[in-house]
């Protein structure tokens, strides 16, 4: 084997994911011991569950003695299902038509407030293998070899009949490679494997926790009607409205009886989230780092 460039120190090499042997008797001195930098933090994607959730009926049914183009004037009456209302036919707070305010019939208009979705925030997930686990190095491997490098106190011995070449090292887990401190390419003549080893890893790298933003997206439709009878019967208006309009007001023939109400779903399509999270964090410190270059294998 060629001598070692300038710079650059002879030694016996050993990388392996097992336990390294002894040194080999003609190299019976560890020079360096030390990792290669750790591989990337293998975080899985996040993502999130649909959210659990409900489309609330409207809550708010007012009653003006003005119609809808004046919306500030007139006497409001309430006009309000109970609380948690199922959208079931309810007679609460029922307006005969005689009823009068401010000397005119108070029903002239009725505005109701959209439904509302309420939705519980989604739960996160890991994709894939939740329980996969962070590389180590050693000796907690197996995903990181240690290397070893094993060198001697005297003077490399010369190969007979072979002028400029050393001879060495004897054994089989170990090859003749050269070191050097730092992190460095490899001469001419030593274009075999490039090993760049640290003799300080120290890792705090962590996957930072699946989350989920707030619901978004979500959408419900319910349909409303009044009804002039008991029982909910000789209907009188009644639209479609969605969960975040605007309150929409209906002109209704003046004096008109409200008798009851009823709500209905008509649709309700669930929100998404966004996931975040899953990113590798903290610091990777490498330092005290040694570059092994081994002669390229020969025919």
Not at 109 to 118: F, G, Y
Not at 184 to 208: F, N, Q
């Amino acid at each position: 084997m060629d001598e070692a460039p300038e710079d650059w120190m002879l030694g016996a090499f050993f990388s392996d994911w097992r336990e390294p042997p002894p040194c080999p008797d003609d190299t019976p001195i560890v020079a360096f011991e030390g990792t290669p930098a750790p591989p990337p933090l293998p975080c899985g994607e996040c993502s999130c569950d649909e959210p659990e959730g409900t489309c609330r009926f409207p809550e708010m049914w007012t009653v003006s003695s003005t119609a809808c183009d004046d919306p500030g004037g007139g006497v409001k009456t309430n006009f309000d299902p109970p609380t948690n209302w199922d959208g079931t036919c309810n007679q609460d707070k029922a307006i005969p038509s005689a009823t009068l305010c401010g000397g005119v019939p108070c029903v002239r208009s009725i505005t109701i407030s959209p439904p509302v979705i309420e939705e519980q925030p989604c739960k996160a997930h890991t994709k894939g293998d939740p329980e996969q686990e962070i590389p180590k190095y050693w000796n907690g491997g197996p995903e990181t070899p240690l290397g070893r490098v094993c060198t001697r106190a005297e003077p490399w011995p010369g190969c007979p009949g072979q002028s400029g070449k050393v001879c060495g090292p004897a054994g089989d887990d170990y090859s003749f490679c050269i070191y050097r401190e730092g992190e460095h390419l490899c001469p001419e003549g030593w274009g075999g494997e490039r090993h760049v080893l640290y003799g300080v890893v120290k890792d705090e790298r962590e996957c930072s926790a699946c989350t989920c933003g707030p619901p978004t997206g979500g959408m419900c439709a319910v349909l409303w009607s009044v009804f002039g009878a008991p029982a909910c019967t000789d209907y009188q208006a009644g639209a479609q409205i969605t969960a975040g309009m605007v309150a929409p007001c209906t002109d209704l023939m003046p004096g008109t009886q409200l008798s009851g109400k009823t709500a209905e779903l008509l649709n309700h399509t669930k929100g998404t989230c966004t996931p975040s999270g899953g990113e590798p964090v903290g610091e990777l410190t490498l330092d005290k780092p040694m570059t092994v270059c081994c002669a390229a294998a020969t025919s």
